[in-house]
């Protein structure tokens, strides 16, 4: 019933950018908040930012400055633009979404396919 789809991904030379986005579709009522999250190989998925209703964000230490996320409410879209990217931010990049859908009163997590971000040195 609902899903996140991410784009922008790709391969790029350490120190530029890259602007991901994650649309979210289907029967929702509303959206909390979203997130973006990362998984390197041989890792564990960890926190990249965060992002409220209402334009709240939190970041991973690693990520300040360098990483800001934010969100187009009417497009039920989140974003992420990451420069000065360097070749440890190689990974997959998903984003997530606290969605209410229009058959339920419950918050459920959705999450996006993913989307290869690879930095080369």
């Known amino acids: 019933q609902v899903q996140l789809v991410e784009s922008g991904g790709g391969l790029v030379q350490a120190g530029g950018s890259l602007k991901l986005s994650c649309a979210a579709s289907?029967?929702?009522?509303?959206?909390?908040?979203m997130a973006w999250y990362r998984q390197a190989p041989g890792k564990q998925r960890e926190l990249v930012a965060t992002i409220t209703r209402g334009g709240s964000t939190n970041y991973a230490d690693s990520m300040k400055g360098r990483f800001t996320i934010s969100r187009d409410n009417a497009k039920n879209t989140v974003y992420l633009e990451m420069n000065s990217l360097k070749p440890e931010d190689t990974a997959v990049y998903y984003c997530?979404?606290?969605?209410?859908?229009?058959?339920?009163?419950?918050?459920?997590?959705?999450w996006g396919q993913g989307t290869q971000v690879t930095v080369s040195s």
């Open positions: 289907g029967s929702i009522f509303s959206i909390n908040a």
């Open positions: 997530s979404a606290d969605i209410i859908t229009r058959s339920s009163y419950y918050s459920a997590r959705y």
